[in-house]
């Protein structure tokens, strides 16, 4: 009849892997695992008494916490990294948009003025003015992404607000125009 309570020898080998198995943790699903003693004891079937002197002796505790802060301050370090490159990506993203919001309303405004040239109707002023907001927006995105201060954007969109106003009222004169240059032929 064998005995379970059978402990095994304390080595050398058997006591680096007991402690480092203790202050450095155990790898499990990707996540660390910190056992305790008791744990450890179990698992490696050695001697209560021995183990609790030994790592009182060579402070496996002060090693542990030590291990512990400097675990988790590489963690925080490559959290921020990993941070840094999703903004960045972020970053560049948002002004690829922008950009192809730019060349998008440019060609619509584009279409705008060969549709007046060949007499068509033109964009509504809502729609220019709809333009106007989307073109602010992603300068804006841009200017952010670049890391650039926006709230400068506000006073030349405050400022520009007239010019727009003046804009649209000679975009309705030119209309107007075109209208009864039209009428006027038929």
Avoid: C
């Avoid at 405004?109 to 060969?114: H, L, V």
């Amino acid at each position: 009849m064998t005995n379970k309570n059978t402990t095994k020898k304390l080595t050398d080998n058997l006591k680096m892997k007991i402690r480092n198995d203790f202050v450095h943790g155990i790898d499990i699903d990707e996540k660390k695992h910190f056992p305790n003693l008791d744990e450890l004891i179990k698992k490696y079937k050695v001697a209560q008494s021995t183990i609790y002197r030994v790592a009182k002796k060579d402070q496996w505790k002060v090693q542990k916490e030590q291990y512990q802060i400097e675990y988790q301050q590489e963690l925080d370090k490559n959290r921020i990294k990993n941070n840094a490159k999703k903004s960045l990506q972020f970053d560049d993203q948002s002004i690829t948009l922008a950009n192809a919001l730019y060349v998008t309303i440019g060609q619509t405004i584009q279409k705008n003025n060969e549709n007046l040239k060949v007499g068509k109707t033109g964009l509504a002023p809502t729609q220019i003015n709809a333009l106007a907001n989307a073109l602010t927006t992603a300068q804006r995105a841009a200017k952010l992404a670049l890391g650039e201060a926006t709230h400068n954007i506000d006073a030349t969109v405050n400022e520009n607000n007239d010019a727009y106003r003046r804009a649209m009222e000679l975009l309705d004169k030119v209309e107007e125009s075109r209208v009864r240059s039209i009428q006027s032929a038929h």
